[in-house]
């Protein structure tokens, strides 16, 4: 429609992307993180014109790469029209404050585009609060001095989120910013802690998906219940988690959790941020990690996620692994990869195949596998109703009879809630009966 007004997005920004192979490092492992930080920047709405990458024997305090390749950096930039430089390694405040005046452009760590990006994700009250609360706890140390930094808030990758508006007060009133926001993740954290007991105590097992970014966690999610949120391919699409019931073959339930995706280097402050959340992963009776076969990058992937399972405290749950995507997998890949995991299983989450198997390797490592028992309860006791509640939750009731106030119930009972029913077991029935 000629002469109407201009509906044009605004225009995206233009990036530079840098890395720093340093000690250890191989070139080649560098450069596929790069290649992850590319994929990081587009999430957040920036399109990157240039790539670079040094090798050094270690890091310059001051500027982090050599000074001659940081010149080199700024005419790079130039000529690519780059009005972002985003680094791969974490700066120092110094630094920080260094490449944003010899550059003469704005800077930013990977920490603080992993920050921007949970914050453009964040839709629940908990995923704001869990990531303004990253957010100052990182800028706090970068306040003195951050001059361009600060000068700069309100628009532009790394500068969103809900703690930007409180970037230019003082130290004291931030860090009372961050005591307020502790104390309201510390009220969730004990929400969800009742929710975990109540599930524990009808003995519902709860099987806690894990994996890096993108590995399809979603997708096996929706698989597993028969429905959720749509799959992304967005990196960090799931920031809250979703805890819903599954139903097994023979009627029995468990409930499955889907949880946010991990990251090679995620932040310390962001993991601390949503210990609220991640402490679903730490309650939880078996985890279930979901690995990207298709990625070339699966066993530094694979160490991240068990390196951020041991900093949250669930390095002790049992585990099991599967093979996710194997139907776009490379067959030789997916045959190497199996023989690094030779107990997985190996798992197409949009086609379904590999889904029974999966359900039997769930079930076997949550002993849920039955014994055929007789129960006697009392039928006056509230006590022994609350127990009947539980058996027809946890197991598959097959007769069930009341006569002179007992109740006899006939069931499957899985083995890992026996224990508790141990009294109700015919046998033990007039010991109890008799103590009473």
Request: proline fraction near 5%; glycine fraction near 8%; charge should be positive.
């Amino acid at each position: 429609m000629d002469g109407g007004p201009s509906l044009e997005s605004p225009a995206r920004e233009c990036a530079a992307v840098v890395g720093l192979a340093f000690g250890i490092d191989r070139p080649v492992d560098v450069e596929h993180s790069l290649e992850e930080l590319r994929g990081l920047a587009a999430a957040a709405g920036v399109t990157v014109v240039l790539q670079v990458l040094q090798e050094r024997r270690r890091p310059d305090p001051a500027l982090l790469l050599g000074r001659g390749k940081v010149a080199m950096l700024a005419l790079a930039c130039d000529e690519a029209g780059a009005d972002l430089v985003i680094f791969n390694n974490e700066l120092s405040p110094g630094q920080l404050r260094n490449l944003e005046r010899t550059l003469d452009r704005r800077v930013l760590d990977r920490t603080q585009l992993i920050l921007d990006i949970f914050a453009s994700r964040a839709r629940t009250r908990e995923g704001k609060l869990q990531v303004e609360l990253a957010q100052l706890k990182y800028l706090l140390p970068r306040l003195v001095g951050a001059g361009m930094a600060l000068s700069r808030l309100g628009g532009g990758i790394g500068t969103r989120g809900p703690g930007e508006t409180k970037l230019e007060t003082d130290r004291r009133r931030i860090r009372r910013r961050i005591g307020t926001l502790g104390r309201a993740l510390d009220i969730v954290r004990g929400r969800r802690t009742q929710a975990r007991e109540r599930r524990h105590k009808v003995s519902v097992p709860t099987v806690a998906l894990v994996g890096y970014t993108n590995a399809g966690k979603t997708t096996v999610f929706n698989l597993l219940t028969r429905g959720g949120p749509q799959p992304s391919a967005a990196v960090f699409a799931t920031l809250d988690p979703l805890v819903r019931p599954m139903k097994l073959p023979d009627a029995r339930r468990l409930l499955v959790a889907d949880t946010v995706g991990f990251i090679d280097r995620l932040p310390h402050d962001l993991v601390a941020a949503f210990r609220a959340t991640l402490e679903e992963v730490i309650g939880a009776d078996l985890l279930v990690h979901v690995i990207d076969v298709t990625s070339p990058a699966i066993d530094r992937q694979s160490a991240a996620v068990r390196r951020v399972l041991e900093e949250i405290g669930a390095g002790a749950v049992p585990r099991v692994d599967v093979l996710n995507k194997c139907d776009a997998a490379d067959p030789s890949e997916l045959a190497r990869v199996w023989r690094r995991h030779p107990d997985a299983v190996q798992l197409s989450a949009r086609t379904g195949q590999g889904k029974g198997a999966l359900i039997d390797l769930v079930v076997s490592q949550l002993s849920l596998d039955v014994e055929r028992v007789t129960l006697v309860f009392d039928d006056d006791s509230a006590a022994d109703r609350r127990r009947i509640t539980e058996l027809y939750r946890s197991g598959r009731v097959l007769a069930h009879v009341t006569q002179c106030g007992r109740v006899s119930i006939e069931a499957h009972v899985p083995r890992r809630t026996l224990r508790r029913l141990q009294p109700y077991l015919i046998g033990n029935v007039g010991l109890r009966m008799g103590a009473e």
